[in-house]
Every structure is written in C-alpha cells, then in structure tokens.
C-alpha cells in the first residue's frame, strides 16, 4: 500500500511539472551520436535554438547531451546536467515588456520528476548587455552545473539608437 501511495504521489508530480509550459519554444537544430550502441539508440549530443520571447532579435543555442540505451528509448534516463550556451544578437533589440532579473526564458525537463535545465535573462545596464545563463537545477558536488553568454545590444540596420536593457529588466 505504502509503495502504490509512492507511486501515485511520483505521477502526480511528474504530472505537475509537465504541465508547467516553458516560456519560449526549442527547435532541434542536429543531433550527433557520442557513444554507439547495438540495439538501442545512440547516447548523443544536441544542439537547439530558443528565440527570447520577451527581447525580439536574440536567439540562444545550447548543446545538451541525450542518453541512449533502454532508458533514453523510453524517455526515462537522467540527463547529465552539463549545458554549454551561446546567445547573439540576430536582428534590431526591441523589448516586448518589462521583465525582472532572472526570469525564465526557456525551461526544459532533465528527469521523469526532479532535474530541470533552465535558461534565465538579466540585464548589465552599466555596459547594456544582456546576460543568459543556463543552469541545472539539481545539484551535483554542492554547485550547479552552468554556463553564461552576453549579448551586446549594438545598434543594427540603421535602425537609430539601441534599446538599453536597463529600462526594461530591473
């Protein structure tokens, strides 16, 4: 009994935190097989790209590591929690709406249940640069696995003067 209770308490919090839609939508862009495996599938590495849904002309990409084997097969494996990010500027910065420090802006599960990777937005508004940052949520050896990438907000196109991040993230 105490093992079925367990067991419904586990689906209702996988349950919870698919619910929970990211801020921005990931496009695959390639995949590259690391480790070959005979019957199952390959233990790979991903690369996606995520545009901002709140700062229009930034697009970030990161490369994640996706197990194979039985597990990945049935998308039940724990992902290692090592990101690498990079995020540009790819058209003219204009803020969508005013957004605080840290923000999501793209959220994406790493378990069944517990590990999720996160991508999160901040301004330096002394140098007007956008900063992103990924990280795991689950800690491995008391610090988090991350990565960060600025973005300069430079003027582009002749477009006039660039937007100062300053006036929309506080």
């Not at 367990?6 to 801020?23: Q, R, T």
């Not at 599938?41 to 490369?63: I, M, N, Q």
């Not at 590591?65 to 039985?70: A, D, I, L, T």
Request: aromatic content about 8%.
């Amino acid at each position: 009994m105490k093992a079925l209770a367990s067991a419904l308490l586990a689906g209702a919090l996988a349950l919870a935190g698919l619910a929970a839609p990211a801020a921005a939508q990931e496009d695959l862009i390639f995949r590259k097989s690391t480790v070959w495996k005979m019957l199952t599938p390959d233990d790979k590495l991903a690369v996606y790209g995520v545009d901002d849904p709140v700062v229009e002309g930034v697009a970030c990409h990161y490369t994640v590591p996706e197990k194979g084997g039985v597990s990945g097969m049935f998308g039940v494996a724990e992902e290692v929690s090592d990101v690498s990010l990079a995020c540009r500027q790819i058209g003219p910065i204009r803020f969508k709406e005013k957004a605080e420090q840290g923000d999501v802006v793209f959220r994406e599960r790493r378990s069944l249940i517990w590990k999720k990777m996160q991508i999160v937005r901040g301004c330096d508004a002394k140098r007007n640069v956008l900063i992103y940052m990924v990280y795991s949520d689950k800690l491995i050896d008391g610090s988090p696995k991350n990565s960060t990438s600025s973005v300069p907000i430079m003027p582009w196109g002749g477009t006039g003067e660039p937007a100062k991040c300053g006036e929309w993230i506080r």
